[in-house]
């Protein structure tokens, strides 16, 4: 039950290779989020239409399903500010892109780290992470 986005400029697949070239490739980054505690019941819903077995799990689910969408295997989220799709990070990658953005692309801070990841990116306590 994948859905793309509505607007064809939003999302390209070249985009979603290229957002997660330097977390590992895109089955890694599939594997990742279906196997993911906080992402993966999401992922699922949307790939097959099955809701957890747990009622608190499915209306979870349910409330964050219409701003997520599984394109190209990869599990996205629309930005409320942009309406641009940024890939959801699993939790096992959280730190491997914080080291990339800040060690590897330059020392810019924590504001403009933030923003930088942010704009291809989205977690839960995104913020924190990147302070801490």
């Not at 793309?4 to 400029?9: A, D, S, W």
């Not at 979870?60 to 989220?77: A, C, F, P, R, Y």
Request: net charge negative; aromatic share 6%; proline share 2%.
């Amino acid at each position: 039950m994948s859905r793309l986005p509505e607007r064809e400029q939003d999302l390209t697949k070249s985009e979603v290779i290229v957002g997660a070239i330097r977390t590992g490739n895109i089955a890694d980054m599939k594997k990742f989020q279906e196997e993911d505690e906080e992402i993966g019941a999401l992922y699922k819903y949307l790939e097959t239409g099955n809701l957890p077995d747990s009622a608190e799990k499915s209306k979870k689910v349910l409330m964050q399903s219409d701003e997520h969408s599984v394109v190209d295997g990869i599990l996205m989220k629309m930005r409320k500010d942009t309406e641009d799709f940024v890939i959801v990070v699993p939790g096992v990658l959280k730190k491997k892109i914080m080291e990339e953005f800040h060690d590897n692309q330059g020392h810019f801070g924590t504001v403009l780290t933030q923003r930088r990841i942010q704009a291809k990116y989205i977690w839960r306590n995104m913020t924190k992470d990147i302070i801490e």
